[in-house]
T-cell receptor, first 114, second 115 residues
Framework: EAQVTQNPRYLITVTGKKLTVTCSQN?????MSWYRQDPGLGLRQIYY???????DKGDVPEGYKVSRKEKRNFPLILESPSPNQTSLYFC?????????????FGSGTRLTVV | AQSVAQPEDQVNVAEGNPLTVKCTYS??????LFWYVQYPNRGLQFLLK??????LVKGSYGFEAEFNKSQTSFHLKKPSALVSDSALYFC?????????????FGTGTRLKVLA
């Protein structure tokens, strides 16, 4: 089944403790992206990657890091989480370039930073 | 600035009645427009898209959307609502950026279909 898999689904952590949210897709998609969803703000893009070793900032990159060492994986790293990063996070993938006609989304990771 | 607006936070409709969820956009050039649906505790699922051609596009679960260039709108519609259609709906537009594309999402509209 074609899918984007995120782990974990739920995570509670303390301020300052580094964490990684994993994302993997099995569709050989070039383009991958991370979003956060907050009430009243919709989805905001954190980082995106056009292909292996090619990443760039989205609209709200502060406090986050990403890497794209393999085509299928695109982990999101919070080096020192803070409470304002409490949110629902989604990873998404799509074909690249002009064939980019919409995303496949993961099921989401609900992160709480206390 | 390029943007997508969903003017209604929530839409209530009785089961069996037609439903409309509104979306307007502000982008330069020809827009590629999308609707996604989010059920509780799930990720967003693709419903339909407009790229070019017929202004009325049909998608999953009996939904359709009408592209109106003069009004810069892309409203989501369904002739007869089901209770199971209750969910959060997002409109999105694809825009070019830095050699690739990005998607701008609206803030979402919660649809409640009442039995």
């Amino acid at each position: 089944e074609a899918q984007v898999t995120q782990n974990p689904r739920y995570l509670i952590t303390v301020t300052g403790k580094k964490l990684t949210v994993t994302c993997s897709q099995n569709m050989n998609h070039e383009y991958m992206s991370w979003y956060r969803q907050d009430p009243g703000l919709g989805l905001r893009q954190i980082y995106y990657s056009m292909n292996v070793e090619v990443t760039d900032k989205g609209d709200v990159p502060e406090g986050y890091k990403v890497s794209r060492k393999e085509k299928r994986n695109f982990p999101l790293i919070l080096e020192s989480p803070s409470p304002n990063q409490t949110s629902l996070y989604f990873c998404a993938s799509s074909q690249g370039g002009h064939r980019n006609y919409g995303y496949t989304f993961g099921s989401g990771t609900r992160l709480t930073v206390v | 600035a390029q943007s997508v607006a969903q003017p209604e936070d929530q839409v209530n409709v009785a089961e069996g009645n037609p439903l409309t969820v509104k979306c307007t956009y502000s982008v330069s050039g020809n827009p590629y427009l999308f609707w996604y649906v989010q059920y509780p505790n799930r990720g967003l699922q693709f419903l339909l898209k407009y790229i070019t051609g017929d202004n009325l596009v049909k998608g999953s679960y009996g939904f359709e959307a009408e592209f109106n260039k003069s009004q810069t709108s892309f409203h989501l519609k369904k002739p007869s609502a089901l209770v199971s259609d209750s969910a959060l709906y997002f409109c999105a537009v694809r825009v070019p950026t830095s050699g690739t594309y990005k998607y701008i999402f609206g803030t979402g509209t919660r649809l409640k279909v009442l039995a």
